[in-house]
């Protein structure tokens, strides 16, 4: 029985990892964080930590969780350049698995997205748009930004040159070497992401679309489990299902 520790309880994402710690038989929830509570009694009730709270957070909890050696699953989104890179380093002193998206649906649309991308070649031009809920922070989501560094990687451009959020006035024609991405917000979606790859008669469209947080929040559970016995290191939820071996 792996014992859980789920921070950012009160959270819409906290809820549903809650729920599907207490649903799956071989996890247990023994512990809850939330803002303004001490962090240090919760981790020392737990085997591994599932972290859906805020990353103005994450460097207290990477600093707690490596004095306590409490492996972590990170699903928090929005990091800033230094906070991406004190992950990168306490993952030299702990397993994490830190990921943009928990879904197994939208790993294999990253897995799709960069075999698309290699297949279709740099005649497509290549657009990201992803929708979610009223209440969502931060923007592009972080599953976006994936997809974007994930292209970006397979043609050779840079994120932060070549990535257009958004376009406005008189911006003339589009570039060659361009990812657009772009933004919506509305309603309760949960979450929505598209990759159009478009060329002069033709266009191919890659999309999943989430209808409960219940995804989400099962596959954090899952990595979880997944996480036990590993070594120290960074993985991503393509790890965890096996996509990488396939890449």
């Known amino acids: 029985m792996l014992n859980i520790l789920v921070t950012g309880i009160s959270g819409r994402m906290g809820k549903a990892v809650r729920q599907a710690v207490e649903e799956n038989p071989d996890t247990r929830l ?6 303004g509570q001490e962090l240090g009694p919760a981790l020392e009730k737990a085997d591994i930590a599932i972290d859906f709270s805020f ?3 994450t460097k207290e909890l990477l600093a707690e969780s490596i004095r306590r050696r409490v492996p972590l699953v990170i699903g928090t989104t929005g990091h800033t350049a230094e906070e991406r890179r004190a992950i990168d380093e306490a993952a030299k002193e702990l397993p994490i698995v830190f990921a943009a998206n928990y879904s197994a649906g939208v790993n294999t649309l990253f897995w799709l997205t960069r ?3 290699r297949i279709l070649g740099d005649s497509f031009d290549i ?9 969502k922070i931060d923007a592009p989501s972080g599953t976006a930004r994936r997809l974007a560094e994930e292209l970006c990687k397979t043609r050779g451009y840079s994120a932060d040159a070549d990535v257009a959020c958004g376009r406005k006035g008189l911006v003339g024609a589009r570039k060659q070497r361009e990812i657009g991405m772009h933004s919506m917000r509305g309603g309760d979606v949960v979450g929505d992401h598209t990759v159009v790859f478009a060329a002069d008669g033709e266009r191919v469209e890659l999309t999943h679309r989430a209808s409960s947080r219940m995804t989400f929040a099962s596959g954090a559970v899952r990595a979880a489990l997944w996480l036990q016995g590993k070594g120290t290191g960074l993985y991503d939820m393509e790890d965890v299902l096996g996509l990488r071996e396939q890449s």
């Open 127 to 135: 657009e990201i748009v992803e929708m979610h809920h009223r209440h």
């Open 30 to 35: 023994a512990a809850t964080h939330d803002a």
């Open 55 to 57: 990353h103005g957070f």
């Open 115 to 117: 075999h698309a991308s």
